[in-house]
């Protein structure tokens, strides 16, 4: 069984930054992946940014959108997963939410269905 708590966000002005926090209770070892996500009403949950989180943690993959103005990384305990978020966009309103999977990191990691567990979400809001 895998919990995650996310937390950080909030509402900023374009070009302001968050970042954003996921606590990850799970069994060592257990988790291969995890992400960052984002969804807006009425469209499918969009992959943000992924990251291997077995013994070889790092590597990590974003979205073209976000790429040069999101870091995401974790914590050396694998406890918290986080992403630091720069030169934030109206754009980038949104609910984010942080996803485990049990496998390692693939070429499907941008699918939402590639995700075992799911937090609850946290909004983040950028206004012009």
């Known amino acids: 069984q895998v919990q995650l708590v996310e937390s950080g966000g909030g509402s900023v002005q374009t070009g302001a930054s968050l970042r954003l926090s996921c606590t990850v209770s799970?069994?060592?070892?257990?988790?291969?992946?995890m992400a960052w996500f984002r969804q807006v009403p009425g469209r499918e949950r969009e992959f943000v940014a992924a990251?291997?989180?077995?013994?070889?943690?790092?590597?990590?993959r974003y979205a073209e959108s976000v790429r040069g103005r999101f870091t995401i990384s974790g914590d050396t305990a694998k406890t918290t997963l986080y992403l630091q978020m720069n030169f934030l966009k109206p754009v980038d309103t949104a609910v984010y939410y942080c996803?485990?999977?049990?496998?390692?990191?693939?070429?499907?990691?941008?699918?939402?269905?590639?995700?075992?567990?799911w937090g609850q979400g946290t909004q983040v809001t950028v206004s012009s």
């Open positions: 996803g485990a999977s049990l496998g390692s990191l693939s070429n499907t990691y941008v699918s939402q269905h590639r995700y075992d567990y």
């Open positions: 990251i291997s989180w077995n013994m070889y943690s790092g590597n990590p």
């Open positions: 799970a069994r060592s070892g257990s988790v291969g992946t």
